[in-house]
């Protein structure tokens, strides 16, 4: 392909070369065909600008499912080196914080649930209260929220909202440490004390699907997935609480980016050193709405179990309904990775990325160790979603990183011109999935027209070697925002 | 001259605001963001809600009013018929919004995560202000 932007390493490799006041050059992960989207999109301006943040190291880079976001792309990855001044930014983080993907195994297959499937979903719609500013019925007074941010996935199950089994396989085990419960606003707490429990809208959703296809049947069954099998996957965030923790940094961010002598050329990549009062500041609320997120995704687990054996009679038993994996697509994170042969303590930023740690390493569950952390990649709606596994290649080239998902490709504006709700809704059905939502406007500004093909993103993450394809689901009920 | 305009975006959106002076242009925003919260049913200006920002230039000033905004509709659930500003220069304002709590019929189907300054600018073209702020939506 002929791009003034891009050199090309590879058949997914693409460079930018450094200019201007980029101090790191850019990498873009994409074949021929994703890279004229990631082109059009203006992703080789964000993945420039963020080339710029002090301290980064090696690249800064672009998953193959990325596209325009502000300040960093959607689908961006940046590290910067925490013991040499490097910064840390929000705008590299996003608002909704800790915004991940979890996926729930049981031991049914379709046919177990398909004779109360309509009442199911109904439940399910229940259970995970989505739509604009939805609030969950959980009301928590504000000591009690704070407790929340504290522990996260720990919170709730103490709380009687799942079982310690969860916390085994959720990413740093349902709490990050290092969160302080003191510093997020007021108002950041007031606009998530009624929201635990809730999915909220836009692309958030929870989805029964059914495992349609196994690349690794071995890593699938440690992963206890098998064909055939019914799954739900749930995809939300840290809700109103993260959008203002983020708020509020970013303001802090700007002062201290003037500070700093920090020259940006995006007032969104405001940031300020990993290691500074307004970094930790940011880093502390920053995983606490973290925290807040992973209790959200627990509460709705349950809620989801409740729903099952509710409606289909079953003793937990039998449904055997248990965490495969819970990760975080928008996070910036302390790890420890090699830079030019060294050992360097890096905060890596991932805004839509997903982490995808290969087998043997330590911050791995324990059950996963020997095989490699889960990687859940959500497909639009209608369309399948794929569990893949991180790679030692991932991790020595983008931080053990990978794409997050299909990416959209498509304004709402332009999908609400193009797709009508309620035909939406026909087509899936006459697919055979069940829909259940708040908003049929909503239904077609998330329309599958609106987003890449998410199976030519995994397959571009699989040849690049930045994580190997295990399982494919088909949705069959789709409960949307 | 449209007082906003809606411009779309990949996955947020933007508004464009055009106002002869800063009052005008903050309270187009207002008006712009009410239309991205894409709400709908009558309201009446029966109660008020005072409202003070600081900040460091205009474009600031412009995300925290709006973010004042974002949070008053959605968290207190407070929609605003009309807007008065009794101060307003770069560095600060102090409106008074007229409205009532939201009530049956009176709905926002759009939710405002944030406002970002991604791109964010006021600029003057002869002889009114323009502005650009990005949404996430």
């Not at chain 1, 709402?412 to 309620?422: D, E, F, I, M, P």
């Not at chain 2, 009532?100 to 944030?114: C, L, Y």
Request: proline share 4%.
């Amino acid at each position: 392909m002929a791009s003034a932007l891009f050199t090309k390493i590879d058949e997914y490799r693409w460079e930018i070369p450094k200019r201007g006041g980029m101090r790191v050059p850019g990498l873009v992960y994409a074949n021929e065909k994703l890279l004229g989207k990631i082109e059009r999109e203006r992703v080789a301006e964000q993945v420039s600008n963020v080339a710029c943040l002090p301290g980064i190291v090696n690249y800064s880079m672009a998953m193959p499912d990325a596209h325009w976001g502000y300040g960093f792309p959607v689908g961006g990855v940046a590290a910067t080196d925490v013991d040499e001044g490097g910064a840390i930014s929000p705008g590299g983080i996003g608002f909704d914080i800790s915004c991940g993907v979890r996926l729930l195994r049981s031991d049914l297959r379709q046919a177990d649930i398909q004779p109360e499937f309509s009442k199911l979903m109904d439940a399910l719609y229940h259970a995970a209260p989505s739509g604009v500013g939805v609030e969950g019925s959980l009301r928590l007074r504000e000591k009690e929220l704070r407790q929340v941010l504290e522990k996260g996935a720990k919170w709730a199950i103490q709380r009687g909202f799942g079982t310690n089994e969860d916390l085994e396989t959720i990413e740093d085990g349902g709490t990050l440490a290092g969160a302080d419960s003191e510093l997020p606003s007021e108002r950041a707490v007031e606009r998530g004390r009624n929201q635990l429990g809730t999915l909220g809208s836009g692309n958030h959703f929870l989805e029964v699907q059914v495992v349609d296809q196994v690349y690794e049947k071995g890593t699938a069954a440690v992963f206890g997935l098998f064909e055939g099998q019914v799954v739900v996957m749930i995809h939300t965030g840290s809700r109103g609480f993260g959008y203002q923790v983020c708020q509020d940094s970013l303001d802090r961010m700007q002062d201290a980016s003037a500070r700093y002598h920090y020259h940006l050329p995006d007032r969104q990549l405001a940031c300020a050193p990993v290691n500074s009062s307004e970094g930790r500041h940011y880093h502390a609320s920053m995983y606490a709405a973290a925290n807040f997120a992973r209790a959200n995704r627990q509460v709705l687990t349950h809620a989801t179990r409740e729903a099952f054996m509710r409606t289909l009679e079953l003793s937990p038993r039998e449904l055997g309904m248990r965490v495969v994996y819970d990760v975080s697509h928008n996070l910036g994170k302390i790890e420890e990775h090699e830079v030019g042969g060294k050992k360097r303590k890096l905060c890596v930023h991932r805004k839509g990325a997903t982490r995808a740690f290969p087998a043997g390493h330590r911050d791995i569950p324990a059950p996963y160790r020997d095989v490699g952390q889960p990687v859940l990649l959500p497909g639009s709606m209608g369309t399948h979603s794929f569990v893949l596994v991180g790679t030692e290649r991932a991790l020595k080239e983008t931080y053990g990183t990978t794409a997050h998902g299909a990416g959209r490709q498509m304004s709402r504006t332009q999908a609400l011109k193009q797709v009508s709700g309620a035909e939406l809704r026909r087509k899936l059905e006459s697919r055979g999935i069940a829909v259940r939502t708040a908003s049929l406007k909503g239904l077609a500004e998330e329309a599958p027209e609106a987003y890449k093909d998410v199976s030519e993103v995994v397959e571009v993450c699989h040849a690049a070697g930045l994580a190997r394809k295990v399982a494919r689901m088909r949705p069959i009920g789709v409960v949307k925002g | 001259l449209k007082p906003f305009e809606i411009v779309p975006h990949t996955s947020e959106v933007a508004l464009e605001l055009r106002g002869r002076d800063l009052r005008a242009l903050f309270q187009n925003a207002a008006m712009g963001l009410l239309a991205l919260f894409e709400q709908e049913g009558r309201v009446r200006p029966r109660e008020t809600i005072s409202v003070r920002v600081r900040s460091s230039t205009a474009e600031s000033l412009l995300v925290h009013w709006l973010s004042e905004l974002v949070y008053i509709v959605q968290t207190k659930r407070w929609l605003y018929a009309k807007v008065e500003f009794t101060r307003i220069q770069e560095n600060a304002l102090t409106a008074t919004l007229h409205g009532e709590p939201m009530a049956d019929g009176q709905t926002i189907s759009r939710e405002v995560k944030a406002v970002t300054f991604h791109k964010l600018a006021i600029t003057r073209d002869r002889d009114a202000l323009r502005g650009y702020v990005i949404l996430d939506v």
